[in-house]
């Protein structure tokens, strides 16, 4: 089992930024994918950013490119996600995810093993 927290939410004005942190504990974060999605009210959960164990391979959804940053310190069992020039649009409960498999591109939620409670992040205008 591996729980995951998320941290960082909150409220900001366009054009702030904000860094989302997720802690692991559990079991072995090794060869862990690590992935963040957001939720809008009514709908399905989307990914935004995706890192693999090692960081080499990274993909973003195209509404956060060159905005958002996800990064991890496997040491600290933690990823993160840098959100800076939020905007409106971006408000959106806001969840970290592991996947224990190799995947390429953005996975779908579906393929996630292990999720965090969701944290909310609110941009205002």
């Known amino acids: 089992q591996l729980q995951l927290v998320e941290s960082g939410g909150g409220l900001v004005q366009a054009g702030n930024s904000l860094r989302l942190s997720c802690a692991a504990s559990?079991?072995?974060?090794?060869?862990?994918?690590m992935g963040w999605f957001r939720q809008f009210p009514g709908k399905e959960r989307t990914a935004v950013a995706r890192i693999s164990w090692r960081g080499e391979d990274i993909n973003y959804d195209d509404t956060v490119k060159g905005r958002f940053t996800i990064s991890r310190d496997n040491a600290e069992k933690t990823a993160y996600l840098q959100m800076d020039n939020l905007k409106p649009e971006d408000t959106a409960v806001y969840y970290c995810?592991?996947?224990?498999?190799?995947?390429?591109?953005?996975?779908?939620?579906?393929?996630?093993?292990?999720w965090g409670q969701g944290t909310q992040v609110t941009v205002s205008s």
């Open positions: 559990g079991r072995s974060f090794s060869g862990v994918a």
């Open positions: 995810a592991a996947d224990l498999h190799k995947r390429e591109g953005l996975p779908a939620a579906m393929y996630y093993e292990y």
